[in-house]
C-alpha cells in the first residue's frame, strides 16, 4: 500500500477522534465541523480503496487477498454509519460516536497495511 | 393533564435520574431507550464489533471452513450474537430489551467458553475469533462489553421501559 496515504488516513481519524473527544467532553452536541472532517476522512478512504484496487490488478499485494479487501470496502462504511448514527443523538454522546468511529477507522488502516505487507516479507 | 414525567418522579431513583430525565424529554420515553444518551455509544461499539467479527468470520468460513469448522462456527455465533446485540440496543422497546438480554448473556458466555477453550486446546484454534483469549486480540473490549451491554439494559429497564404500564418487568441480567 501506499504509505504516505495511509498515514495521512490515520493521522486525520485520530486528529478527528480528538476533535470530538474535545466536543464529548465540553459536553456539546455534535455540529458541521464533525460532518466536514468525516467527510474528509471518507474521501482519503475511498481514494485508499481505489489505490488498492489498482494495485491488486496489477499484481501487488497479498497472495489472498480476500481479508485484504475486506477491510478495505468495510472500512468505507464507518465514517458514514458514525455519522448517521451520530448526529441523531443531541448531546454528548453523539461525538462520542464519533470518536469511537475514528479510532475504528485508525485501528483498521494499521491492520490493512499489516495485511499488505504481510506478504513481503 | 400534563404529562407525569415518566421515570424522573422527585425523589424516587434520583441515581439514574441524572441521565433518563434528558431521555424523557427527548421524547423516547415510550420505549426503553436503550438507543439513546450512553446507550448510542455502545451501540456504536457493538456495531463495530459485528463488522469486525462478521468480517472475519465471513472471510475464514469462505477461505478455510474445513481446517477448523468449529472454531469458525463461533466465528459466526459470534457475529450472529454481536449484530443481533447492535439492533436490538438501537431498536429498543421491550421485546428488543429481551433480545438483546439475552444477546449480551449469550455473548458473555461465549468469551468465556471460548476463551478458556482458547488457552485450554490452543490447536483446535489455529485462527484467532474475536472471543479468543478472552477477546486479547480486540483490548479484552470483547469482555467488557457484554457487562456493560447487561449494566446498560438493568439501568434503562428500570428507569425507561416500564413505567408507563407500571409493571415494567426487571429484566434480570447476568
Known sequence: ?121 | MPEPEPGVRPGARADAGARAGTEARTGTETRAATGSGPGRLLVAIYAVFALAAGARAGVQIATKFSAAPVAYSLSALAAAVYVLATVALARGGRASLRVAVAACAVELAGVLVVGTLSLVDAEAFPDATVWSGYGRGYGFVPLVLPVVGLLWLRRTARTGGGSHTGGGRPVGGG
Not at chain 1, 56 to 75: N, S
Open chain 1, 1 to 121: 500500500m501506499t504509505n504516505v496515504l495511509a498515514t495521512v488516513i490515520i493521522v486525520v481519524a485520530l486528529l478527528a477522534a480528538g476533535h470530538a473527544l474535545v466536543t464529548a467532553l465540553r459536553d456539546r452536541a455534535m455540529g458541521t465541523g464533525h460532518l466536514v472532517v468525516l467527510g474528509v476522512l471518507e474521501a482519503l478512504l475511498v481514494a485508499q480503496a481505489v489505490t488498492g484496487f489498482v494495485k491488486l490488478a496489477g499484481d501487488e499485494g497479498p497472495e489472498h487477498p480476500a481479508t485484504f479487501v475486506g477491510y478495505l470496502l468495510g472500512v468505507l462504511l464507518i465514517p458514514a454509519a458514525g455519522a448517521g448514527w451520530g448526529v441523531l443523538e443531541r448531546s454528548r454522546w453523539g461525538p462520542g460516536v464519533l470518536v469511537v468511529a475514528c479510532l475504528a477507522v485508525a485501528v483498521m488502516i494499521v491492520r490493512l497495511n499489516q495485511i499488505w505487507s504481510g506478504t513481503g516479507a
